[in-house]
Structure formats: C-alpha cells, structure tokens
C-alpha cells in the first residue's frame, strides 16, 4: 500500500486495501486501516462501496462519526441497484466475498449509528434486521447484530437478555475467527455479571 501511494497509484492502493481491510478489522488494526483509506482522494470511494464501508468501519471503530452518514448512503445506493454517478457503470469490487455481505454489513454499520446516539429502538431494529440478512454461517456479521443487541439490553437493564445476546455474540465472532472482538465482548460479559452479583 505504501508503495503504491508513493507511486501515485491509488486505483493499486484502493485495491490492496480493499482487500486487507478484512484482515486488519479482525486483528483490530483500525487505526492503520483508517489511515490509508483517508490518504486515498475522497473521489475514489463512491464507485467502490466496500471500500466506503471498510472505511465507515474504521471511523465507527475509532469513535468518529465524521462523514459515516454519507458514506452510507452512497454504499446502499449500490444495495439499490444504483449505478455510478459518473455514468461508467456497476460498482468496482476488489473483494467479491465482502461485496456479497453487503446488505448485512450495512445493517451492521446502520445499527451502530443509533446505539451510538442512544436511540435503542432504531439500534434494535436495524441489529435485528442483520440477522434477516446475514447467512446462517455468516458468524461475524451474526456476532456483530448480536453484540449490539447486547449493548441495547445492556442500556435498558436487562441484564439477562444483554448476558444471553452477548454470549451468542461471543459463540459467532469465536466461531469466525474474530478473536479480538470476542474477548472484547468477554470482559462486556464480565461488567454484566458483575453488576448481577
């Protein structure tokens, strides 16, 4: 990536990232991958909407808010079938596996939006309709709805459901290799257990 941006490629950078953006979200290096997609030309992003989205994870991960809402909007653009802008057709995908998962990821994202703001109800919805969306085996966007459903109950009281969401959330980032948020949500779990007695 590095040497793609010194030699001013960034249709090359985008790419590269497009791809490692899957790897460096489950190893928590949001950090770096927030850094390299802001270096890209902001051009570069509303044909390429996995790309958008990877770098709407890494702002929401990062506890910035700034232009998610937008980016959103230009990504579910795609979801609708919509072309490019620029009149030069569908979308350009480096990463078809992450294009397919989409719709359920956008959820993710439109989910924690409103959990953000603490609108539990529109967080609920849009977490539940992840799990509409996400293929049985699809444990990491599974686990994600779930997580935040946790957080949900978690905010109203209920620590019994918040305990039984996040313990399913821990079953499905576990089971999709996603290490790093499932030990995230293990200490959650912890907090809630202790707030039980």
Known sequence: VGHAMAGADVELAAELIEVAAPSMQRTRQEGLLR???????????????VLSLALVGARMA????????????????????GADPSGDGGPIVADDEQFARLPAQTAVQRAGLPLYSGDLATATAQADRVLE???????????????LLGLA?????????????????????????????????????????????
């Not at 850094?35 to 909407?49: C, G, H, M, V, Y």
């Open 153 to 197: 109950s978690w905010s109203t009281g209920d620590l019994d459901l918040a305990r039984s969401r996040y313990g399913a959330a821990i079953d499905h980032l576990t089971r999709g290799a996603h290490f790093a948020d499932a030990l995230g949500c293990s200490l959650g779990l912890a907090d809630m257990c202790l707030a039980q007695g």
């Open 62 to 81: 990062t506890g910035d808010m700034t232009g998610v809402e937008a980016l959103l909007v230009d990504v579910e653009r795609w979801l609708d079938g």
């Open 35 to 49: 850094t390299w997609l802001e270096a890209l030309p902001a051009e570069i992003f509303s044909p390429r909407p």
């Open 133 to 147: 969306l996400a293929a049985p085996d699809d444990h990491v966007r599974r686990g994600a709805a779930s997580g």
